[in-house]
């Protein structure tokens, strides 16, 4: 009776012990994911870079899927390096409120995401669209938004 008493008591000390290691685990990558996500957010300008060659090249709109904030964050940067006229089309992105990216609104929580950007020609780069469910209809209203605006040539039948 005594060695099935210890027995359980050995599977039970097991488990716990299994459970404090995965939680450790869970911690530890929770950490790791952090502090590279604040390595990867500090490199932003470095990346907005690559994005300055694309604006170079003639891009005249830019596509921001939506997901996470550093997508829209990038997106912004991205805006403010083209020239006038450029549309940057925030599809169901993080931010839901184009005051959202306002660094100068003292009520905005996400200001400091945005400080040093010109709020007042990132708003007229910005289109924010909330219709997109998925990543097939972040295109798809990317496309008819240009459509709407003249932005693309008119679509023309397919001939087979």
């Known amino acids: 009776r005594r060695e099935k008493y210890m027995f359980v008591f050995g599977v039970c000390t097991g488990i716990c012990l299994c459970c404090i290691w995965l939680g450790f685990l869970a911690i530890m990558n929770s950490m790791l994911a952090l502090l590279s996500s604040r390595k990867w957010l500090s490199n932003l300008p470095a990346c907005s870079d ?28 991205l805006a403010l390096q083209g020239y006038e006229g450029i549309v940057a089309f925030m599809s169901s992105g993080h931010y839901k409120l184009l005051t959202d990216f306002n660094p100068d609104d003292q009520s905005n929580p996400h200001r400091t995401r945005f400080q040093g950007m010109d709020f007042s020609r990132l708003s007229a780069a910005l289109v924010l669209d909330r219709d997109a469910l998925d990543t097939l209809s972040n295109f798809t209203t990317f496309v008819r938004y240009l ?10 039948p397919k001939s087979w």
């Open 50 to 77: 690559a994005g300055a060659a694309a604006i170079a090249s003639g891009t005249s709109n830019v596509l921001v899927c939506g997901g996470e904030a550093c997508r829209d964050e990038l997106g912004a940067k």
């Open 147 to 156: 459509r709407m605006h003249n932005a693309l040539p008119p679509q023309r």
